[in-house]
């Protein structure tokens, strides 16, 4: 095993130890919780080994980097998410290797998706983002839609081809009442969550958390968290 490689196998066992903690202080299952390594700025090189050391999901937030990255990884038994900003014009290469797109904000954003799933013949998971920091009509400081627009976007993706509404996502906001609250905040989107499986039973996904509030994540009912540094450590970014 590789210098690397065992890095990498050392963090993704402590923060297995911190997921498993979490659910059992939260009386929850750790089968209830789905990692997602956040492999952004990291080479296929890292990719490669998590795979092989059992890791399923992995994130990206852009297109840039996630592109070529998908490419050299392909045929990896792998799920790949897209977590950043989608500018509509990027949207055709994302729907490309994405499985399932996180961010999804904006109904100009549902259409381009739509239009794109549908000619590359696939079926491309969607999140709703909600900008805990956002008023009304208005979106969040890191993308998303304000807690009363989930519903109207929720509806448009599940009426649109080639797509399938698989949930809520946020990050936890750095301006506005949930600053510094992130337990709250996540709580907040569990609630948004339960209005939305009333009218979508089957969206029941919930992407809360990162390396440094993944606790409060799990504590709130998120059913996944997304973990980069803990995982990956701090590098330079790619080129």
């Known amino acids: 095993m590789t210098d690397r490689k065992h890095e990498l196998a050392a963090n993704l066992a402590k ?42 999901h992995v994130a990206e937030n852009k297109d840039q980097d996630a592109g070529p990255k998908a490419a050299e990884c392909a045929g990896l038994p792998l799920r790949w998410h897209f977590v950043g900003q989608l500018q509509t014009n990027k949207v055709r290469s994302v729907v490309g290797y994405a499985d399932v797109v996180q961010s999804v904000d904006r109904a100009r954003l549902v259409t381009a998706l739509s239009k794109e799933a549908v000619r590359a013949g696939r079926e491309v998971g969607c999140l709703v983002q909600v900008a805990l920091d956002a008023g009304a009509g208005e979106r ?95 590098r330079p970014r790619l080129g």
């Open 15 to 56: 923060v297995e130890e911190r997921i498993t903690a979490a659910c059992v202080a939260a009386g929850r299952a750790r089968e209830e919780v789905t990692l997602i390594v956040v492999t952004k700025t990291y080479p296929a090189s890292d990719v490669r080994l998590l795979s092989e050391l059992g890791v399923r």
């Open 140 to 234: 969040g400081e890191r993308g998303g839609v304000a807690p009363g627009g989930v519903e109207e976007l929720a509806a448009l993706v599940d009426g649109s081809p080639g797509l399938r509404l698989d949930g809520l996502m946020t990050v936890a906001p750095l301006t506005g009442e949930y600053a510094g609250r992130q337990r709250e905040a996540f709580g907040r989107l569990m609630d948004l969550s339960t209005d939305l499986r009333r009218a979508h039973p089957a969206a029941n996904m919930v992407s809360a958390g990162m390396s440094a509030d993944l606790e409060d994540a799990v504590a709130a009912g998120a059913t996944h968290v997304r973990v980069g540094t803990a995982v990956l450590g701090v």
